[in-house]
Structure formats: structure tokens, C-alpha cells
């Protein structure tokens, strides 16, 4: 055993001095962690201030499932439920339980009509500075009226309850199997829905709807209506293909309007050029009367032409030379309410590189 050294040699006052090294960095470390946590408790806690103040502050149901969304919380605070920087900052299991089961409760208003869409906020606090925030409101008109979407909500449920259910043998059938009689083509106007008009029931008519309910010839290539037409004809069998017009179309408009040797990159353009057969026709036989009556003239005539323009399909063709298909135009004027139908005879039709002829048969005037 050696003597204890004295407190006045070099050995000794190197000790001592490594010593309270030691024991001042341990401190300053611990002094950082409780720093750090508090400082990531103080910035949750910003975050919970200012989700507080936001409407709907929960919403209890996931919208989006399968989304990136769907990793989000109830509390919308952005971290999952099993954060790590929560087990930090709360340093408690149980602590964390409790922060992660509370949920803002929201006004009776927006229970009632859980819609909400988000809006760019220029300002934000928090984690969230330096980012764009969002605020939740609910989906009202501008002016504060009647919610949209709780308006939808009603009439759907008012269609489960007066028809779903009271007829739920009906839909049944239809969930496994459609056996339409009818392909209808028709205008995107939202002033026209065919099945509100003509009063089409679920499983009766497959749709396609299109700006100015055109149909455009085999030539032109893929589109979804020709996509619909094969489906509906070689799938579904249906027996009756009805194209329907209407009144104030604005797509006929468009085509009437374009000059002949500008090329547009308008989409509308591009497709309403598929009826220019009917233009040509229009500008020929009604030369001399207003744009409006020239209008009204072109919007039958492009009716007609897309009834010719079926025929160029050779699936179409051999269904209504078989007497298994018929052709159908009609035209919808919501000005007085009033619908013309009729018939294309195939036998006295025909396609040609000028647009073909046709002729109707079978006309009818509903007043």
C-alpha cells in the first residue's frame, strides 16, 4: 500500500481536475436532455393550442383509408399513434395514453354534417412555421346557405329509405347482374340528366355523356364513348341505342362559332370538331336565317350524324342489320319542355365519305 499522495503534488491536482471535468459534463448532459424535452413539450403543446382553435377539431371517422392520410390521428397532430417523439416529450406511457385519446369536441353542427374542406392559411405557429397551415370549415355557399353536401346526404338518404330499402329484393339482382334495354348517349349539361327527364330506373339505361352528345366515327380512334358503345353492345347486349340532344347546347354553339381553318388547342374544340359534317350541312341548308335558329338547326343535324356515325362499328352495324339493335335520336327543348324522338331506318341510310344519308322513321312529338 502506498501513501495517499498529498494535495499539493502534481499527481493529486491532475486527479482532482479530471475529476470535476467528469462531474461538470455530466451535468451539462443532463442539463441538454431536460432542455430537449422541454422544448419538444413546448412545441406539442403550441400544436395542441392550435389545433384547438380550429373547426371541426375531430373528426371520427378516416376518409381516406387507403391514403397517405390514413396515418394521420384522430387529433389531426400529425404523428401516429405510437410516436417516439411523444414517448419523449410526455416521458409516460400512461401520460401518452391520455394525449392520445382526447379529442377536441366539436360543435353540434359539424357532428351533424361531418364535410370539411381545407384552406390555405398564411399563418401558423410551431412545428408548422415556415409551412402552409389549414383551416377546416364547413362546406357552405359563400353568401352562409344551405351546406351542399348535407343537402346530398338528405336526398341519398332519402333514396335509401323510400327506395333502397322498400325495394331491396330489386337491388339485389342488380348488384349482380345489369341487363339494360337501353345505351344512352347524352349531353354533360347538367340541365339534361336523361334518367330525371325520361325517368331511367337504376339497371334500365347505361349512359355515357359527353359535351354535345356527339359520337365520334370509327376513324377518330379511342374515346370513352366508343369505349361505352362496345361494352354496352357486345357485353350487355342492349337493344336500343338512343342519342339525345338538346336545346341552348353550348357545344354546338362552340362548333358553330369556330373558324374553319383555326387550329385550336381548346379541348372543346378538338372534340366538338368531330360533328363538323353537321356544320357544314347547317351552313348549307340555313344559310340565311340567325346564328340562334342555325344553332337550334345544327344541334338535330349532329344528331343525326352520330346515328351514322354508329354504323361505321362493325359490331353496331351487323347488331342492326340483324334486326338485334335499333338506333334512336332525340331531342330535348327545356325551354317549352317538349321531346322529339325517332328512328333511324338502316335500310334507307347510309354511310359515305361525305357524311353519308339517313332517313327517319318512327317520329314522335311529346308536349
Known sequence: MG??????????????????????????????????????????????????????????????????????????????????????????????????????????????????????????????????????????????????????????????????????????????????????????????????????????????????????PLENGPSETNAALEFAVNTLEVENILVIGHSSCAGIQALMSMQDDVDSSSFVAKWVVNAKVAKSRTESAAANISFDQQCRHCEKESINCSLLNLLTYPWIEHRVRTGLLSIHGGYYDFLDCTFEKWTLDFNESSVGADGGRYLVKDAAFWC
Open 3 to 216: 501513501q495517499r499522495p498529498s494535495s499539493q503534488t502534481p499527481l493529486y491536482k491532475e486527479a482532482l481536475t479530471n475529476y470535476h471535468v467528469l462531474v461538470f459534463r455530466r451535468a451539462k448532459c443532463k442539463r441538454g436532455k431536460r432542455s430537449m424535452v422541454w422544448r419538444i413539450h413546448s412545441k406539442i403543446c403550441s400544436i395542441g393550442s392550435t389545433m384547438a382553435s380550429l373547426r371541426p377539431y375531430s373528426i371520427s371517422w378516416d376518409p381516406f383509408p387507403c391514403s397517405p392520410f390514413s396515418g394521420l390521428t384522430n387529433s389531426f397532430s400529425g404523428f401516429p399513434r405510437k410516436s417516439p417523439v411523444l414517448s419523449t416529450a410526455f416521458n409516460s406511457g400512461t401520460e401518452l395514453a391520455k394525449a392520445d385519446e382526447t379529442h377536441f369536441e366539436s360543435p353540434g353542427s359539424v357532428k351533424r354534417n361531418p364535410i370539411a374542406r381545407l384552406e390555405a392559411s398564411g399563418d401558423s405557429i410551431g412545428l408548422t412555421q415556415g409551412l402552409p397551415s389549414f383551416k377546416l370549415d364547413n362546406v357552405t355557399n359563400s353568401d352562409g346557405g344551405v351546406d351542399l353536401f348535407g343537402e346530398m346526404k338528405h336526398r341519398f338518404l332519402s333514396f335509401k329509405k323510400h327506395r333502397f330499402l322498400e325495394e331491396s329484393e330489386h337491388f339485389r339482382t342488380l348488384a349482380e347482374v345489369q341487363s339494360p334495354k337501353f345505351m344512352v348517349i347524352a349531353c354533360a349539361d347538367s340541365r339534361v340528366c336523361p334518367s330525371n327527364i325520361l325517368g331511367f330506373q337504376p339497371g334500365e339505361a347505361f349512359m355515357i355523356r359527353n359535351v354535345a352528345n356527339l359520337v365520334p
